[in-house]
């Protein structure tokens, strides 16, 4: 028998389980120093479909060269595809990352708003990007759903939702907005290392006694 789910007493747990383990990448370059909107919607672009291990050294190898949007737009697309071509799908990301930055140039002074809707009306931003950016450089609650937050809290039994936009709008309704920001950041780590998408080890999982295991097959 399942006890009820504490998310308080799930945060805790899990803030101590994956402190082993490399941090989720946007907080990792915000520690870094990289912690403006233009550099963690940058940054955030750069990962999409991109291993952290790749997209981190590809953020600093730009951000070496041009980190704001006036330095970014002084770059041509072609240079900045070369700076970032380790990541997946860099030419488009490229076109994207210049056309934002001359954007922010010419309509907002060079300055990125903290602005949900000026984030999602960018190309190539989705949900995901808009809200890390807006919780880790901005100091917004906003809930940030990969593919990480999606699968762990649907196998929690905490929503029951089949795509990370609906577990998003789910998680917005039910979960305490002290642990907005912070479910990306430790949600990604347990994701990686212990709710693994294959064979999660459930045995030595802190949360198992509450988790309902919803969709696991096998575990270790
Ligand atoms: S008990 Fe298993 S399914 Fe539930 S959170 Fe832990 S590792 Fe994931």
Redesign the pocket.
Known sequence: MKKPFDIDL?VKLIDEAVRPFPKAAMFELAEEGFNSAFEQLVACMISIRTYDEVSLPTARKLFERARTPAEVSKLTVGEIAALINTSTFFERKAAQIHEIANRIVNEYDGNLPCDSEILLSFPGVGPKCANLVLGIACGQPSISVDIHVH??TN??GYVKASTPEKTMTALEAKLPREHWIDLNRLLVP??KH???GEH?????????DM????G?KG?R
Do not use: E, K, N
Request: proline share 8%.
């Open positions: 799930a699968r762990v196998r929690w347990f994701g212990i709710c693994t999660p080890h459930c045995s030595t999982c802190p949360v198992l988790c309902q295991q919803m696991v575990q």
